[in-house]
T-cell receptor
Framework: SQQGEEDPQALSIQEGENATMNCSYK?????LQWYRQNSGRGLVHLIL?????REKHSGRLRVTLDTSKKSSSLLITASRAADTASYFC????????????FGKGTTLSVSS | EADIYQTPRYLVIGTGKKITLECSQT?????MYWYQQDPGMELHLIHY???????EKGDLSSESTVSRIRTEHFPLTLESARPSHTSQYLC?????????????FGPGTRLTVL
């Protein structure tokens, strides 16, 4: 069964606005990761947050993790047209061993 | 330059043909993975490997097979392609020793079976 579920499925904003994407998951995790995928390309790792962390920053990215609610959010501040892509959360659990379980993704469109 | 490569990038082929999708990485990673992704959908793990001579099936049942004879190379083979195999195939790798399991992805192979 699917572990991660992103919300919303699609998001359209103007340049300069902030974009927030949410991810919910079902089982206990080791860590949660966010990836970006440009159309027709492979995924690029953005940021990882461990289960004992609550917030993490990387440039214009801010990730939060609430293990009690089994949810995470990705905030992109001051968005740019180049941020247009699909964003996936992926969870790493002890049961999964080496595997990451990906959600369906949020498609972000940033217009100039 | 350390990277992960996939060839071909695009493949259109007829039903019944045997195909091999290539994946190579120059990062010295022990773990390698194959995912299948339909347009606008999530990634599904179909195969993975911990190292040379190690191969495991993933969550999604697949008629494909893989081999791991060399650390850097993890090819995926379909013995007889069918239209249901039309999809994007993504290869990834990660360090064996790392507990956090950050994965590095290739650009993908978009397969169309007519």
């Amino acid at each position: 069964s699917q572990q991660g579920e992103e919300d919303p499925q699609a998001l359209s904003i103007q340049e300069g606005e902030n974009a927030t994407m949410n991810c919910s998951y079902k089982t206990s995790i080791n860590n949660l990761q966010w990836y970006r995928q440009n159309s027709g390309r492979g995924l690029v790792h953005l940021i990882l947050i461990r289960s004992n962390e609550r917030e993490k920053h990387s440039g214009r990215l801010r990730v939060t993790l609430d293990t009690s609610k089994k949810s995470s959010s990705l905030l992109i501040t001051a968005s740019r047209a180049a941020d247009t892509a699909s964003y996936f959360c992926a969870t790493h659990t002890n049961q999964a061993g080496t595997a990451l379980i990906f959600g369906k993704g949020t498609t972000l469109s940033v217009s100039s | 330059e350390a990277d992960i490569y996939q060839t071909p990038r695009y493949l259109v082929i007829g039903t019944g043909k045997k195909i091999t999708l290539e994946c190579s990485q120059t990062m010295g990673h022990d773990k390698m993975y194959w995912y299948q992704q339909d347009p606008g959908m999530e990634l599904h793990l179909i195969h993975y490997s911990y190292g040379v001579n190690s191969t495991e099936k993933g969550d999604l049942s697949s008629e494909s097979t893989v081999s791991r004879i060399r650390t850097e190379h993890f090819p995926l083979t379909l013995e007889s392609a069918r239209p249901s195999h039309t999809s994007q195939y993504l290869c990834a790798s990660s360090e064996l020793a790392a507990s956090y399991n950050e994965q590095f992805f290739g650009p993908g192979t978009r397969l169309t079976v007519l």
